[in-house]
Nanobody
C-alpha cells in the first residue's frame, strides 16, 4: 500500500518562510510526478506546485516567484519551500503523487494534509 506522509506545516507570520516535506512509502514501480495542492476554507482545491520525473516544474499563479518545489528521488520525497508568505496562503496543503504500481498502471495518491497558517 502506498502512503504519502506530509510534515512541516504550522503558524508563521506574514513575510516568513516554511518548508513542507512529503515522503512516499510502500511498494511501487516508479513515481511519475509529485506536487502540492491547497484548500482554503470555503474554497476549492488549487494547484500550488508540481514536479514531474524529468524535473520540469509548474506553479500556480499566486505562488510564482515565492514558492519552490524540489524532489529527492533517492528517498521519494518532495519539498515545498515557501517564502514571503501572505495571509492568503493560509490553507490545508495536500501532497499528491502520480505513482506507477506496475509499468502500465498508475494511480493518484493524496496525503492527509498539513495546515499552514499565516497570521500576525
Amino acid at each position: 500500500q502506498v502512503q504519502l506522509v506530509e510534515s512541516g506545516g504550522g503558524l508563521v507570520q506574514p513575510g516568513g518562510s516554511l518548508r513542507l516535506s512529503c515522503a512516499a512509502s510502500g511498494s511501487f514501480f516508479s513515481i511519475d510526478a509529485m506536487g502540492w495542492y491547497r484548500q482554503a476554507p470555503g474554497k476549492g482545491r488549487e494547484l500550488v506546485a508540481r514536479i514531474i520525473s524529468l524535473g520540469n516544474t509548474n506553479y500556480g499563479d499566486p505562488v510564482k516567484g515565492r514558492f519552490t518545489i524540489s524532489r529527492d528521488k533517492s528517498n521519494n520525497t518532495v519539498y515545498l519551500q515557501m517564502t514571503s508568505l501572505k495571509p492568503e496562503d493560509t490553507a490545508v496543503y495536500y501532497c499528491n503523487a502520480d505513482i506507477r504500481k506496475t509499468w502500465s498502471r498508475h494511480y493518484d495518491y493524496w496525503g492527509q494534509g498539513t495546515q499552514v497558517s499565516v497570521s500576525s
